[in-house]
């Protein structure tokens, strides 16, 4: 029963960069391993980030990203706010796609349990 809100897509140039966030209503998301997808025209969707709840201490990494946004894309959370985010550096036409807000089955986002609207970023060369 959990619904997420995405906004912040747009149009940006190359080497720019753009904030996603993700507002959460209906359940509060501290209690869910929170995540992002995108799917690019004519293509599967892709594994973005994810970030683990925030119920209990944790020793091992609290985000994890797919191999081609690493060390450009950073995502956070804002329990407070019920919002997630998506830092998205160093953009390349490659990034244009939906991105979705989704809530993850369990750590890791192997299975996803509820999906967002999507929100489309597209990036210039």
């Known amino acids: 029963q959990v619904q997420l809100v995405e906004s912040g897509g747009g149009l940006v140039q190359a080497g720019g960069s753009l904030r996603l966030s993700c507002a959460a209503s209906?359940?509060?998301?501290?209690?869910?391993?929170m995540g992002w997808f995108r799917q690019a025209p004519g293509k599967e969707r892709e594994f973005v980030a994810g970030?683990?709840?925030?119920?209990?201490?944790?020793?091992?990494?609290?985000?994890y990203y797919g191999d081609s946004v690493k060390g450009r894309f950073f995502m956070s959370r804002d329990n407070a706010k019920n919002t997630v985010y998506l830092q998205m550096n160093i953009l390349k036409p490659e990034d244009t796609a939906v991105y979705y807000c989704?809530?993850?089955?369990?750590?890791?986002?192997?299975?996803?349990?509820?999906w967002g609207q999507g929100t489309q970023v597209t990036v210039s060369s």
């Open positions: 970030i683990r709840w925030s119920g209990r201490s944790w020793s091992g990494p609290t985000t």
């Open positions: 989704v809530v993850c089955v369990a750590y890791g986002c192997g299975e996803v349990d509820t």
């Open positions: 209906g359940r509060t998301i501290s209690t869910y391993h």
